[in-house]
């Protein structure tokens, strides 16, 4: 498929072209992106001096005069699929194929889960604290009487080796998502399998802290590219009925990865000296299942059409969709495609700040970040060492299997509910869940250890129950919808750069979290919980005030735009940005339902206009 790609993409350019200007539809849609169709008539479009979209203005528009009208139709335009409800023309529906490219796609997920899952586990084995943590060790093994359950593991190169993965999968998130525009999402997930199978080798075969920790390192680039091509990749081959559900298949992925990792940690820990070497080795097995996916997986529609491969990208849309009948879609993937091809990288970042974008950037980001301070990354990433502080029992592996079971179970119950609830009410939901459980965490261990060093069985339950309720509000919302969110609510312009501002937020939030947790364990005690529950208090009244719904929207489109357009904060935020993105909104909406022929009245207008063009 690659090969015939370039050969006839100047020709099918201008089919393409030619194809726009016979369609009403890719007429009124290219006048939302000033296409080259505008700017070979030299004229200007509609919308000219409004901002970045349309800033070549030479002739007067026609519309001008009717700008009442366009608000009123502007502000009745909002429908369930999108503000102009062209998505209800798009054909394809869900597909076997879409589900297998789906599925083969997110074992990037089930690494990044694995990668996170694997380190508590690792480092509550007595074999690895023996051989690369000599000071724990004795703590460890002497018994609960001996040490303060707070601060046992309490070490800040233990939290480095969990750490550190994040932060150097932040610091790739921007070369990453230059990599998944420029070279290609197949060629970026590549990239990604690559760094976990190095990683995962230098890691099994560490001895020493500083290699164990390189690889780790290198695991990150890994991790940080995967969540920045992933998810993009999974939104732009998904229909967009099944979108949320669909990317909601990277999360399933990543706690599948997790209970993965508890799981192999709970059988390799009867292992002895080298149990560690298999826990942290077995990752490069799902990075061979990437690695084979980049080679073999389709590349997204919406790049191969920023790249001018047109009639590649047509072919792949669909076999995506599984009909020929896509010309809806295409022609939306095409005007977002000419637009963001027209973008340079750098100009793809500065548009993520510019007033038509900003709202969207600020909420994806800040969600990304907050994510982290719901605190599951403490439980996440130390549910087993805290558990084997905290109890005499050795059930602490055996415990984190439980929370990692509870945490996939969750994330399917989100699955089936993302598209038919929306993404707002269960973020609502789940961050007051999270809220209360972690307030009841801190109530139990605060009573308990007033005087005790652990806990009695009924207590440690008690405290797992609690752990365990945090974590499904967690899997059914907070975890998944904040990278549903980052990889739809962009245009194709800023996707990436937008998907890498989201990874680059929250890595940097969950390093910060994984090198700081023990030592705020060991100096706040069970506040640490109480501070974790002020956090979920936030966000959800955050979610509550600036976060309109988004459900099932169509991509490639600027229905995002107009949603926060219409809400009364981001209104103001994005001033005359804002109204401008809701009168071409309501122009493309008018061009289609004149091309349907249901409408006349002011769209005569447009037709002079095209008259006007020459089209
Ligand atoms: C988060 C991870 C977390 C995981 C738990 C993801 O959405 O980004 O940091 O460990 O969910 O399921």
């Not at 690559?194 to 695991?219: D, K, M, P, Y």
């Not at 080298?274 to 942290?280: A, D, E, F, K, Y």
């Not at 990208?313 to 995506?320: I, R």
């Not at 996440?380 to 945490?407: E, H, Q, R």
Request: glycine residues 10%; hydrophobic residues 50%; contains cysteine.
């Amino acid at each position: 498929m690659n090969g015939m790609a370039e050969e006839d993409a100047g020709a099918e350019a201008a089919n393409s072209d030619a194809a726009a200007a016979r369609s009403p539809w890719h007429k009124g849609a290219a006048l939302l992106h000033g296409t080259p169709l505008l700017a070979r008539a030299s004229l200007s479009s509609p919308f000219a001096g409004s901002g970045p979209l349309g800033s070549r203005a030479s002739v007067k528009s026609p519309f001008a005069a009717a700008t009442p009208k366009v608000a009123k139709l502007a502000a009745s335009s909002s429908s369930r699929a999108g503000p102009s409800g062209r998505a209800a023309h798009y054909t394809g529906r869900m597909t076997i194929y879409v589900l297998v490219v789906a599925l083969v796609s997110a074992t990037g997920g089930m690494l990044f889960g694995f990668d996170i899952g694997i380190v508590g586990g690792v480092e509550a084995m007595a074999s690895f604290q023996a051989e690369f943590f000599p000071e724990i060790y004795p703590r460890s093994i002497a018994g609960q009487k001996d040490s303060d359950p707070y601060c046992k593991y309490h070490d800040t190169r233990l939290q480095l080796f969990s750490a550190i993965m994040f932060l150097s999968g932040a610091v790739i998130a921007v070369p990453a998502g230059y990599a998944a525009r420029s070279f290609g999402r197949k060629a970026s997930m590549l990239g990604s399998g690559c760094f976990f199978l190095l990683g995962a080798g230098l890691q099994a075969g560490a001895h020493s802290l500083t290699q164990l920790i390189i690889g780790r390192c290198v695991l990150g680039f890994g991790v940080g590219t995967a969540a920045c091509v992933v998810p993009v990749y999974i939104s732009e081959v998904a229909p967009y009925a099944s979108r949320g559900g669909l990317a909601y298949l990277f999360q399933v992925a990543t706690t599948t990865g997790i209970l993965a990792a508890q799981l192999v940690n709970y059988g390799n820990q009867y292992i002895p000296v080298w149990g560690w070497r298999l826990s942290l080795g077995l990752a490069a097995m799902p990075a061979c299942v990437l690695c084979l996916g980049g080679l073999v997986l389709p590349e997204s529609p919406s790049y191969l059409l920023e790249q001018g491969r047109w009639a590649e990208g047509k072919a792949v849309l669909q076999m995506l969709r599984g009909t020929d009948e896509v010309d809806a879609e295409y022609a939306d993937i095409c005007d977002a495609a000419r637009a963001s091809a027209r973008v340079s990288a750098l100009d793809s970042w500065r548009n993520l700040v510019a007033r038509h974008n900003l709202p969207m950037t600020i909420m994806s980001t800040s969600l990304a970040a907050l994510q982290q301070l719901t605190g599951i990354n403490a439980i996440i990433f130390y549910a087993p060492i805290m558990f084997d502080s905290f109890t005499v029992s050795s059930a602490a592996l055996l415990n984190a299997v439980i929370i990692g079971g509870v945490n996939v179970v969750g994330t399917f119950v989100g699955l089936a509910l993302v598209d038919k609830w929306g993404r707002r009410p269960l973020l609502l939901e789940g961050g007051i869940q999270m809220l209360l459980s972690q307030v009841a965490t801190g109530i139990i261990l605060g009573s308990a250890h007033g005087t005790a060093t652990s806990l009695d069985t009924g207590t440690a339950a008690a405290a797992l129950v609690c752990i365990c309720i945090f974590v499904a509000g967690f899997s059914w919302s907070w975890g998944p919808i904040v990278w549903v969110l980052g990889a739809e609510v962009q245009t194709l312009d800023t996707r990436t750069s937008g998907m890498s501002a989201v990874v680059f937020a929250n890595y940097l939030l969950s390093f910060v979290i994984g090198q700081a947790f023990l030592s705020m364990l060991c100096s706040m005690r069970y506040y640490a919980f109480i501070f974790f529950a002020g956090w979920n208090l936030f966000m959800t009244v955050f979610v509550f005030a600036l976060l309109p719904e988004t459900k099932a929207m169509p991509l490639e489109d600027t229905a995002y735009a107009c949603l926060f357009a219409r809400h009364p904060v981001w209104k103001r935020v994005m001033g005359k940005a804002g109204k401008q993105v809701l009168e071409r909104e309501a122009f493309r909406a008018a061009a289609w339902r004149q091309a349907q022929g249901t409408e006349g009245g002011d769209l005569r207008d447009l037709a002079k206009y095209y008259e006007a063009l020459g089209l």
